[in-house]
């Protein structure tokens, strides 16, 4: 935050304004490419998946299971363990239950006992339900553009993964379905371009509503999708 910096308000506002493009974009330009790159190379379900679970399941897995090792061994170190004895990470009172939820996040956790590999378990789920997205995309579009503007706009619990990865995956997924479609008419492509940063700025004005902040993260992405 550069709030307290010597330097005048409009300076500043602009100067969170960039860091917030900057930041906020990252995850939902990684979901949209993922999707994009997903929806215009089209590859078969199945050999997509193996692809999928050697390179994002298999580091998934294997980082949390070190981070539950660490933990693990720290709590059993006098010296450090009141550091890693939060009161659902003490490995040694796990059952089932809290072991499942530590990779699959389907009882307690939002999120994975690793949380920085949230993306990856997000990223594997929108893999393994391709072969949906794919035939309501190509077989329903009405059907599949109504259900997402309701769901884009509504506030969901997810379980196993997050709204706003599903929200940017299926506009890069929208994408790369109708990429040659956006060739031929790259002129309203520039046009969202310009409207971008403009409902960026409209947008931080309201960013405390749920809507506003998907809105933002929205237009910060399609910025770096069209560039």
């Known amino acids: ?12 506002y602009w100067l ?19 999707g994009f790159l997903l929806f ?5 379900y199945f050999s997509n998946l193996k692809k999928k679970f050697k390179r994002i399941f298999i580091p998934y897995f294997l980082w949390n299971s070190m981070n539950i090792l660490f933990n693990f061994l720290c709590q059993k170190i006098s010296i ?12 040694t009172h796990w059952g089932v239950t ?9 009882f307690d956790r939002k999120y994975p006992f690793l949380y920085t590999t949230w993306y990856l378990r997000d990223l ?22 109504i259900v997402f503007a309701i769901f884009f706009v509504t506030t969901i619990d997810m379980v ?9 995956f299926l506009i890069g997924a929208i994408a790369g379905q109708y990429w040659e479609k956006i060739q031929k ?6 046009f969202a371009l310009i409207m971008a940063p403009i409902s960026i700025i409209i947008c931080r004005f309201s960013i405390t509503a749920n809507v506003g902040v998907l809105l933002y993260d929205l237009s910060a992405g399609i910025i770096y999708i069209m560039i």
């Open 80 to 91: 450090v363990a009141p550091f890693f004895l939060k009161e659902d990470n003490i490995i």
């Open 40 to 44: 215009i190379n089209k590859p078969g």
């Open 124 to 145: 594997m789920v929108l893999n393994v339900c391709y072969f949906l997205f794919k035939y309501l995309i190509e077989k329903k579009p009405k059907f599949f553009f």
């Open 98 to 106: 809290e072991w499942v939820d530590a990779y699959l996040t389907v």
């Open 185 to 190: 008419n790259l002129k309203y492509f520039k």
């Open 16 to 34: 969170n304004i960039t860091r917030d493009l900057l930041t906020l974009s990252a995850v939902p330009l990684y979901f949209s490419i993922s």
């Open 160 to 168: 196993l993964i997050t709204k706003n990865s599903i929200v940017f």
């Open 1 to 12: 935050d550069v709030s307290n910096m010597p330097i005048s308000k409009n300076a500043v």
